[in-house]
């Protein structure tokens, strides 16, 4: 478990040294979640992953699916997971099927950048591509901690109205489509609801 934003770093800046200990070429990450939301101090919660979304590749800014994880990335990875006590999997691509279907338009202008050593480059999600995030897995996973972190965000209409659009082309049922609309009422956005 992570318990903060500087626990955090210290992980990922010892990922880093590991991989410039080998001098390691690895893609650029881009990463949401939990650990996204402390670095960026949106929210201040414990977690107990980073999750990776994308692989950045230079020449063009491309995203792609971060699977596989390159070996080096993975056995460092591993190294860091024993030093510090972490499960094997702290470090994972467990939401990268977003990238199928479709990230946020122009996501990677709005992205946080932070370098880790020589050789490792992670790119946090804003705020406003959490809260596109937060609001699919909070219908799609139910209450929990992602309807937690996307009330602590504090969303406006416009941002929730672009974020259910941008969920619904994740999930195209009917019933995701009711489901989206049965938690904005909830969260008091009556009138978004009935625009979707």
Not at 142 to 150: R, W
Request: net charge negative.
């Amino acid at each position: 478990m992570f318990q903060d934003k500087k626990e955090i770093e210290k992980i990922l800046s010892a990922l880093g040294e590991q991989l410039d200990a080998v001098n390691a070429t690895v893609p650029e990450l881009v990463v949401c979640g939990g650990s996204a939301l402390n670095v960026l101090g949106l929210v201040s919660r414990t977690t107990k992953d980073v999750d990776v979304v994308a692989f950045v590749t230079m020449n063009d800014l491309h995203l792609e699916k971060a699977e596989p994880f390159p070996k080096a990335l993975s056995e460092a990875s591993k190294k860091v997971a024993r030093d510090f006590d972490l499960i094997e999997t702290w470090l994972n691509s467990g939401p990268t099927s977003a990238v199928d279907l479709g990230l946020p338009e122009g996501l990677m202008k709005r992205v946080e950048t932070r370098k880790f050593g020589r050789s490792l480059t992670i790119h946090f999600l804003s705020r406003f591509d959490q809260i596109c995030f937060k609001l699919y897995a909070a219908v799609d996973q139910g209450m929990g901690k992602h309807y937690n972190d996307l009330l602590l965000l504090e969303p406006n209409a416009k941002e929730l109205e672009e974020a259910a659009q941008w969920s619904m082309t994740h999930d195209v049922s009917e019933s995701f489509r009711q489901s989206i609309k049965d938690l904005l009422r909830h969260m008091g956005h009556e009138d978004v609801a009935e625009r979707l």
